[in-house]
């Protein structure tokens, strides 16, 4: 066999070792074996050079009264962080995980202008405090993600952020040769189907995930990889047109779906119909539990459109899982059961249909998963979150 293939078999190996790890959260050398279907030699040697660059860590269980328990390997999760970052309007907000994804640290810097280059430096700053928290682990910051509210082409530059204005930024750039640090710059809702994969539907080959939150994103993920179209733009569902000669959009359209169907729609809208300025979720959860006529009917318009667009990404998609990322909705309990029974075409076909249960942190969590995938090089590690952890494992 050439070199050549030796090394990359070596490397899909260790990739395949490491997932299993990962996995597993603790398992045994055999047991490692048998689950990779690699042989015992491999394993041995493969387990060696990762206990070598303090990747993977040992663990000898205690004796128990039916003999010595075997030595368990398990991902040395304290020996580098990911900082995942979101950049909305107005907000940025961090978050740094452990190898294990596992939250650390977080928190949110608040945005008073556009202006690329004062944002820069705000960014620049944070990632170097958080670069220092980092210092005493051995492979300290392994990387950052940024989600970004707009555009990325496939090379990672900012097309456009239309909330933002800023076209054509080199911020991936910008940010490595300030930190010195891997900088990665992903779609926000390609980062939400990553988090959902990574953190939940660890199992799942075919997850497509819509978020309502400022506009409409879609994320597709099809066999742990994203599908991003030809420039990497793909997604860009809000701007789909559900009502012909409708509401001018942003984009110059007419009728896109996110003027009818986003969160800041049936804001908009509520607020309009009820002559009350900034309405808050938690004061229209309270309206929809009192049963509010005007909440409701507003709602029932929402889900409505919703639905609309929902039926044309399932035709298109026939997706395994749709996962739809609202906080209007994960306040309102019969919503999934009301979309449901709006899609009830007898060609439209997924297998599930749910509301995202990661919340906010998702365009973060994506991020540190993304990173995490990149330093471990594999094709994607299967994560646990859990906010009991958080703050508690920096060490
Ligand atoms: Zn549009």
């Known amino acids: 066999m050439p070199n050549g293939d030796a090394a990359y078999i070596k490397k899909l190996n260790r990739s395949l070792i490491i997932s299993k790890i990962v996995e597993a959260g603790m398992i045994s050398r055999a047991e490692l074996s048998k689950v990779t279907a690699l042989t015992k030699a491999t394993i041995s040697a493969q387990v060696a050079s990762l206990l070598e660059e303090d990747i993977i860590i040992e663990t000898q269980q205690d004796y128990s009264n039916v003999g010595r328990k075997p030595i368990m390997l398990s991902l040395n999760e304290t020996a580098g962080y990911a900082l995942g970052i979101d950049l909305d309007y107005g907000q940025i907000s961090f978050t740094l995980s452990n190898l294990l994804g596992r939250p650390v640290s977080s928190d949110k810097v608040k945005i008073h202008d556009t202006n690329y280059s004062n944002i820069l430096s705000v960014l620049v700053k944070k990632i170097n405090e958080y670069k220092d928290k980092c210092l005493m682990s051995r492979y300290g910051l392994i990387g950052i993600a940024i989600s970004i509210h707009g555009l990325v082409t496939t090379d990672e530059i900012i097309h456009y952020i239309p909330r933002l204005q800023w076209h054509e930024i080199a911020l991936k750039e910008d940010l490595e040769a300030a930190v010195k640090v891997n900088v990665y710059l992903e779609n926000n809702a390609n980062l939400l189907a990553f988090a959902e994969r990574a953190y939940t ?59 009818y169907a986003s969160e800041s729609s049936f804001l908009k809208n509520l607020s309009q119909r009820k002559q009350v300025r900034n309405m808050s979720f938690k004061h229209i959860e309270e309206e929809l539990n009192r049963k509010d006529i005007e909440t409701h009917q507003e709602m029932e318009n929402f889900i409505h459109y919703l639905s609309i667009g929902l039926n044309n990404v399932i035709n298109i998609y026939n997706p395994e899982i749709l996962i739809i990322d609202s906080e209007l909705l994960s306040r309102y309990p019969d919503s999934i059961q009301k979309i449901k029974s709006s899609l009830s075409s007898s060609i439209s076909h997924y297998r599930e249909l749910l509301i995202s249960s990661t919340g906010k942190k998702a365009y973060e969590l994506g991020a540190c998963a993304l990173v995490i995938k990149h330093f471990l090089e594999i094709t994607m590690p299967n994560l646990v979150y859990s906010e009991s952890t958080e703050s508690s494992l920096l060490k």
Do not use: F
């Open 201 to 259: 539907h660890h199992k799942s080959d075919n997850l497509v995930c819509i978020t309502l939150r400022s506009g409409i994103g879609l994320g597709i993920l099809i066999n742990n990889k994203l599908s991003k179209g030809h420039d990497g733009y793909a997604g860009e569902i809000g701007h789909m047109i559900v009502q012909p000669n409708g509401e001018l959009c942003a984009c110059g359209n007419k009728g896109c779906w996110e003027k």
